[in-house]
């Protein structure tokens, strides 16, 4: 069951997250010679971490805004009634290693520890003190940790579940997945992950050129609007999965555009045409701002210039870790081949001209591998890779487009993945210990 306040992970998952090692940083920092004491934050919590390594004339003056609090703490507080003062003492707060530089290296400091691709952040000083008084401080604890971020107004902790919802989600994109005609499909992982009320996507439909998909029939389960496009001509239409490189940029184009070199009309051209012409007026329709091709979907299916237009909003689940095996039916040709591990992959699509020829796999967003065993088939590892890769891959994916915090960029080099460095990002890919900086 997802967490109440992150749809991408289990209540489990959220709770016991995998220990970060900061070792090679902090070694880094020690042989530069900039590093004056290093606490990691765990027994005690955030107000007694500081005791081994701090004098007795000094304490920590931390700031509350510096970062923010990770959304399980938050959660545990509103339902426990935690109040700040026990949180301080009991949890890190998102604060995984504390390391105390002096204030003259503090940029020098985090430049190095930004190289190392960690996050550093300065969340305070040290300040001289009398015998007895506290050892950390957390100053505005109560109201940047408990705020309503639309509201801009602090709520008790009764009232803090409501500020749970990352800001971006306050809008959620509407999505709409493109579904084949595949028994065995992640399509339930999707519907739950969009239910939780965290999710920044909001599943409005269905749609499939296959009026007996069960993609279809798992929709309406779940009160999601179905749509059986072209009213289930597609469905006989196999030719048009063909050729399609022949298309002209423009879904407007003349019924000639699929001509060949004899002058003849392509007739699996201009099928191609109808069912991209047919699925962009349903988005449209929809006001669906993101569309989720699934993996029993051919991706050529959709034309270069419905690809161009929708550039950055259109993401395909594949049935192997590409690059490898990029062609159609994934998991047979892994199958073949003899490898011993495949997976599934979540990009972008784009144009085919700049992507893998003859299909529109473009900068990836997440890779889930699977093991493949010998006794495997076709329907067995097809099963296991459903469940043990794009279950959890695509809802992931899907939660990390749709919050802003990765997104198609484009520029001279051509496309590649553009990233926030929002906290957003952070907690959505489940880093939420920061190494943080303390200056002397």
């Not at 030719?239 to 004899?262: K, R």
């Not at 201009?270 to 006001?287: G, I, R």
């Not at 695509?394 to 915090?405: D, I, K």
């Amino acid at each position: 069951q997802a967490a109440p306040f992150d749809p991408t992970r289990s209540l489990g998952d959220a709770l016991l997250p995998p220990t970060r090692i900061y070792a090679k940083s902090v070694l880094a920092l020690a042989r530069a010679g900039l590093l004056r004491g290093a606490v990691q934050v765990a027994h005690g919590g955030l107000e007694h971490c500081f005791d081994a390594v701090l004098p007795p004339h000094f304490s920590a003056q931390m700031r509350a805004d510096a970062w923010e609090l990770p959304a399980v703490v938050r959660w545990l507080a509103a339902v426990g009634k935690v109040p700040c003062r026990e949180l301080i003492s009991t949890f890190n707060c998102g604060l995984g290693m504390i390391l105390i530089v002096p204030a003259a290296s503090q940029e020098t400091a985090m430049t190095m520890l930004t190289e190392l691709h960690e996050e550093p952040l300065v969340v305070g000083k040290l300040v001289s003190c009398s015998n007895g008084a506290p050892r950390v401080e957390v100053e505005g604890a109560q109201g940047s940790w408990l705020m309503l971020p639309e509201l801009g107004v602090s709520l008790p902790f009764p009232e803090v579940l409501s500020s749970l919802q990352d800001p971006w989600t306050v809008c959620r994109m509407k999505v709409l997945v493109l579904a084949g005609g595949e028994v065995v499909s992640a399509m339930q992982a999707l519907f739950s992950s969009t239910k939780v009320p965290a999710s920044a996507a909001s599943l409005v439909a269905v749609a499939s050129p296959d009026p007996d998909s069960k993609a279809l029939v798992m929709a309406r389960a779940n009160g999601v609007k179905d749509i059986v496009l072209g009213e289930g001509r597609f469905k006989e239409a196999e030719f048009f999965c063909d050729g399609l490189e022949a298309l002209d940029d423009d879904l407007d184009a003349p019924t000639d555009a699929g001509a060949g070199s004899n002058g003849k009309v392509d007739k699996s051209a201009n099928a191609a045409l109808d069912f991209s012409a047919h699925l962009d007026t349903t988005m449209n329709e929809l006001q669906a701002e993101l569309l989720v091709v699934m993996d029993d979907v051919d991706s050529s299916l959709l034309t270069k210039a419905f690809v161009q237009r929708r550039a950055g909003k259109i993401l395909i689940c594949h049935a192997s870790l590409l690059p490898a095996f990029a062609g159609a039916s994934p998991i047979e040709a892994a199958l073949r081949a003899g490898v011993c591990v495949t997976g599934c992959t979540v990009s972008f699509a784009v144009p085919p001209s700049l992507g893998l020829r003859g299909n529109y796999h473009g900068p990836q967003i997440l890779q889930e591998p699977i093991r493949i065993e010998s006794t495997d088939t076709a329907v067995t590892l097809r099963q296991r890779l459903v469940t043990e890769c794009e279950a959890p891959a695509l809802p992931r994916a899907l939660q990390l487009v749709a919050s802003g915090s990765v997104a198609l960029r484009c520029d001279d080099e051509g496309y590649g993945l553009g990233r926030s460095a929002s906290f957003s990002e952070a907690a959505t890919a489940g880093m939420l210990n920061h190494g943080s900086i303390m200056h002397r």
